[in-house]
């Protein structure tokens, strides 16, 4: 009660102006607004978390294949269509419109028309540091060949260590898991240390680039510039396989709390990481 009448005193000491009745009931919204304002920063300087939102939830256990599956979809569908990519998604409805392609001179029968649409171009960047076995990179790759031919979409490949291979781009149709693996060995590999922001330098620097869904695949042993940096708006981070869960969990809650000045909304970009 005694807040309340402060905030009525302090909005009739204002100077003086004449409102219209619509807008009387707003006399006090400033005051308010403040006051709640003041409350809020008030609990997170305490230590409590401003939003049930902003609670993160990390898996206990690593993501398989349909979730990492799932994930990308919902980003693709988010991210929406585009004029022209390798993600070509056609969809064939009946309609009077056109006449039957078998008995074209019979009404009575819809014929079929197709719509070709573009979703975004997706880009992988598998880490290959040092922390990085063989069986790390290969399990990652061999997930991935199966959700892209699950998605029947080609992908852009990159390596990466310290320094970035060259871009490759690797064809899924008509080839098994086998034959588009056998490609992807032929991709020349670099080793060395970790590190994204050359990632995020090389997709900052094409507009087609910035368009694709861009992920990486790592253990997230990177340490992250003190500096601000511009992360880019549709770059993803997933998990590579065959590690220990727990230590890639610390390394990825270490990661996101380390990037809160760069990108805040780092923990809803680790895909099949967050429940």
Not at 27 to 39: D, F, K, N, W
Not at 124 to 132: F, L, P
Not at 188 to 212: E, F
Request: charged residues 25%; hydrophobic residues 40%.
């Amino acid at each position: 009660m005694t807040a309340e009448w402060g905030i009525i005193n302090k909005s009739l000491s204002s100077p003086v102006k004449v409102v219209s009745n619509k807008n009387l009931s707003k006399l006090t919204a400033m005051h308010r607004a403040t006051a709640r304002a003041q409350a809020q920063a008030a609990t997170q300087q305490a230590g409590a978390p401003a939003t049930r939102s902003a609670q993160v939830v990390f898996r206990k256990q690593a993501p398989t294949k349909l979730d990492l599956f799932a994930a990308l979809t919902r980003v693709l569908k988010r991210m929406g269509k585009v004029n022209r990519s390798q993600n070509i998604f056609r969809k064939s409805k009946t309609t009077f419109l056109k006449a039957n392609r078998r008995d074209p001179d019979d009404y009575n029968k819809p014929g079929r028309i197709t719509s070709v649409s573009y979703m975004p171009d997706i880009h992988i960047y598998v880490d290959t540091s040092g922390s990085i076995t063989e069986a790390n990179y290969q399990e990652a790759v061999l997930m991935l060949i199966k959700i892209a031919k699950k998605l029947n979409v080609n992908l852009y490949f990159n390596s990466f260590s310290h320094v970035l291979s060259q871009e490759t781009l690797l064809k899924v149709e008509n080839k098994s898991v086998t034959q588009i693996w056998q490609e992807f060995r032929k991709v020349p590999k670099v080793d060395g240390g970790t590190d994204y922001k050359q990632i995020w330098d090389y997709i900052n620097a094409s507009a087609v680039r910035k368009r694709r869904l861009s992920l990486v695949i790592t253990d997230f042993e990177w340490r992250v510039p003190s500096t601000r940096e511009d992360h880019p708006k549709n770059l993803y981070y997933a998990p590579c396989g065959v590690m220990d869960w727990d230590s890639m969990v610390r390394s990825a809650k270490h990661f996101a709390k380390a990037m809160k000045h760069i990108d805040p909304t780092v923990p809803q970009r680790l895909l099949g990481m967050i429940v």
